[in-house]
């Protein structure tokens, strides 16, 4: 009988069974590859409706830049304001317009039909003039 019960006797294994976390793992990766794709896109938002803030007054006349359906950019200050400037042009009068006066408000009129690229170039024109407070002009009335 002893010689029965070293034949059934095992030794200790002092090694870890990996194989069960390894399923784990694939199974969290296929989980992960297949709810990817869903993430990237994003979640629609219906954004709250909400009156505009009006701009303070001030007594110096505001610096208005206006983009057009066609994406021009106008200044309301020069000697033909109904004329499209190009963006250096853009650039040295506003900049040298508020060298003269550096609290002299500057506002972005985009047309509603306007590329949304359009108004964005135009930001990032007046960033190159070294305006970062400038404000877009907007309709009275709740956004829809």
């Not at 070293?6 to 590859?33: H, T």
């Amino acid at each position: 009988m002893a010689k029965q019960q070293k034949f059934f006797r095992k030794k200790r294994m002092a090694e870890i069974n990996v194989v069960p976390y390894i399923d784990v793992m694939l199974v969290l990766l296929v989980i992960f590859m297949v709810t990817a794709p869903f993430l990237m896109e994003g979640y629609r938002v219906q954004l709250p409706e909400a009156k505009a803030r009006a701009v303070d007054k001030s007594s110096a006349q505001p610096l208005v830049v206006a983009v057009d359906t066609k994406g021009r950019l106008y200044l309301n200050i020069g000697t033909n304001a109904n004329t499209p400037i190009d963006a250096d042009t853009l650039i040295e009068r506003v900049r040298a317009k508020r060298k003269q006066d550096p609290s002299v408000p500057v506002l972005i009129k985009g047309d509603t039909h306007a590329d949304y690229g359009m108004v964005i170039n135009a930001m990032s024109i007046l960033m190159r003039a070294g305006i970062d407070d400038f404000s877009l002009i907007t309709m009275p009335g709740n956004i829809r």
